[in-house]
């Protein structure tokens, strides 16, 4: 099976936050920065009332809303981090063969990716996983690196299930 298609910013965006939601390493650290580290916005109020004549409630609320806060809001504000962080890396440039034109190959025994910088020839026994949202399917070879297949590069639905059924049926 051949597929032609094009990378895009977006695509390379929504990857890295996939891989940000399944990796068991990143939820760890968001879990305690989301939730762990902040709890010195509780602990603070204990300080802060032997210090100044306000009261402790006053201090107690104040920081329980921004403990509030800051778990509502952390994983939006991380997502913006990293959409800005990558954008700034691309635009570095030396990020030759990322985005752009790609021709996708499954051969019998490889997976071949073409862009207008390379080659890359990847045994299919080495995809460990296969992931599938509405818009991309991430074959990952390991886990830091994955190829990217947007949905969009098929022309049909019935290609789609038999690429995706195919895919699935060779994942070790």
């Known amino acids: 099976m051949k597929l032609e298609f094009s990378i895009i ?10 891989h940000m ?18 709890i010195i916005f509780l602990i603070t109020p204990f300080v802060l009332v032997k ?4 009261p402790f409630l006053y201090w107690m609320v104040l920081y329980g809303l921004l403990y509030i806060t800051w778990v509502c809001f952390y994983k ?3 997502i913006w981090k990293v959409k800005n962080s990558i954008k700034k890396t691309l635009k570095e440039g030396k990020n030759k063969g990322i985005l752009g034109k790609k021709t996708f190959e499954i051969c019998e025994d490889e997976i071949i990716e073409t862009s207008e910088y390379g080659k890359t020839s990847t045994n299919i026994k080495s995809v460990e996983d296969v992931f599938i949202n509405d818009e991309y399917i991430y074959i990952y070879i390991n886990r830091m690196q ?27």
């Open 76 to 78: 939006k504000y991380l």
């Open 9 to 18: 910013e977006e695509d390379y965006i929504k990857f890295n936050i996939h």
């Open 146 to 172: 994955a190829y990217i297949v947007p949905v969009r590069a098929f022309i049909n639905k019935k290609e789609k299930d038999e690429f995706i059924k195919y895919m699935e049926s060779i994942k070790s």
């Open 21 to 38: 939601d399944i990796s068991k390493t990143y939820r760890r650290n968001i879990f305690k920065n989301r939730y762990i580290v902040p």
């Open 51 to 54: 210090i100044s004549k306000i």
